[in-house]
């Protein structure tokens, strides 16, 4: 096509660095912040009456899905969504050893310039609208606990008010009737569907995963690209651990990356707590790992990851839970020993 153009994207959380190809011709590298604002530029950079733009980037979650939202609903745009592994080997057959956001932004319009084109798959509506919906769920949520925690520290003083022990209340009525309106609403959804509803009954049997948990779990993981691996997920989890050593002075304690999606993160603490306690399982491994030495909250994160592995496995085997393949019970002549299968 004459009136092809191509472009790389690279997205981050606060930025997105575009490289384009205009004519054959490459232009100055372009950076506009990741805000509503910042797409709406974008969009109006690339546009061009008469030309068609093949725009490339990697699955970064939710970073940027509302660019690629945007840009797959514009006329003369098209939109990729690159498996991040096939980007990096297509980037070492290129001999890039560097890697910084320009280089990564022009591998990328290299990529979407030589490789076969695959359109971007937008994420169902139903699936956007859950995602709205667990979002929403855990902010009236949230908003739930700290009214609990006001009415208590009230009813236990004297000094305060019976107009606003009322008050407190009828605002704590309100966040349960708004979360149990939202909760039907998000049921209905799910029925709707039946990979949402498959997925939810696979989640609510993790032990230690209610109804609200499978809700936000599922929210946040029905709009991931279907083919993202599980490494991945947990890097898109922020979940992965991130070494800092420099020569051989410098050498801190490794801690997860938190560069991820911190509502998945979060979504999977109090399912990992809880599990720790009534799963046998997950017991055992929590156990393992405070034997060998780690703090608590280094073997709850792990824990987190197992089960963020567990999940991926059940949704693509369509199983339900099973806790002896992230981690065997110990038998009377052996000792506690990890699975294979899925590692922490």
Request: proline share 5%; hydrophobic share 40%.
């Amino acid at each position: 096509m004459s009136n092809l153009d191509t472009c790389g994207i690279e997205v981050s959380a606060k930025e997105l660095v575009i490289q384009l190809r205009r004519r054959g011709e490459l232009e100055p590298l372009r950076r506009f912040t990741n805000t509503p604002e910042g797409r709406e530029m974008v969009l109006r950079h690339l546009r061009e009456a008469g030309r068609v733009v093949r725009a490339c980037m990697e699955s970064s979650g939710l970073y940027g899905l509302d660019l690629a939202l945007l840009l797959s609903a514009a006329k003369g745009i098209e939109v990729r969504v690159a498996n991040p592994r096939a980007v990096r080997h297509f980037a070492l057959a290129l001999m890039k050893r560097s890697k910084s956001d320009p280089v990564d932004a022009g591998v990328l319009e290299q990529f979407a310039a030589r490789m076969p084109f695959q359109a971007w798959q937008r994420p169902s509506p139903r699936a956007l609208s859950l995602h709205a919906l667990a979002r929403r769920l855990h902010e009236l949520v949230e908003i739930e606990t700290a009214e609990k925690n006001r009415q208590h520290a009230a009813e236990i003083s004297d000094a305060t008010p019976a107009a606003v022990r009322r008050d407190l209340a009828r605002s704590l009525r309100a966040q349960q009737r708004a979360i149990q309106r939202l909760t039907r609403h998000a049921r209905q959804l799910i029925a709707q569907d039946p990979i949402l509803s498959e997925r939810f009954q696979l989640l609510d049997s993790i032990p230690g995963v209610g109804e609200t948990s499978a809700l936000q779990l599922l929210g946040e993981l029905a709009v991931l690209a279907p083919d993202l691996d599980t490494r991945q997920w947990v890097a898109y989890a922020g979940l992965d651990p991130r070494e800092y050593t420099s020569g051989s002075s410098v050498r801190k304690k490794p801690r997860i990356s938190k560069a991820g999606n911190k509502h998945l993160r979060r979504s999977l603490y109090m399912p990992a707590l809880v599990a720790v306690q009534h799963d046998p399982h997950l017991s055992a491994f929590y156990q393992h790992l405070l034997a060998r030495g780690k703090f608590k909250m280094q073997a709850l994160v792990a824990v987190m990851r197992k089960l963020l592995h567990a999940i991926h496995a059940m949704f693509k085997k369509h199983q339900l839970y099973d806790g002896s393949t992230l981690f065997r019970l110990p038998s009377t002549s052996t000792q506690e020993v990890p699975c294979a299968p899925v590692a922490a």
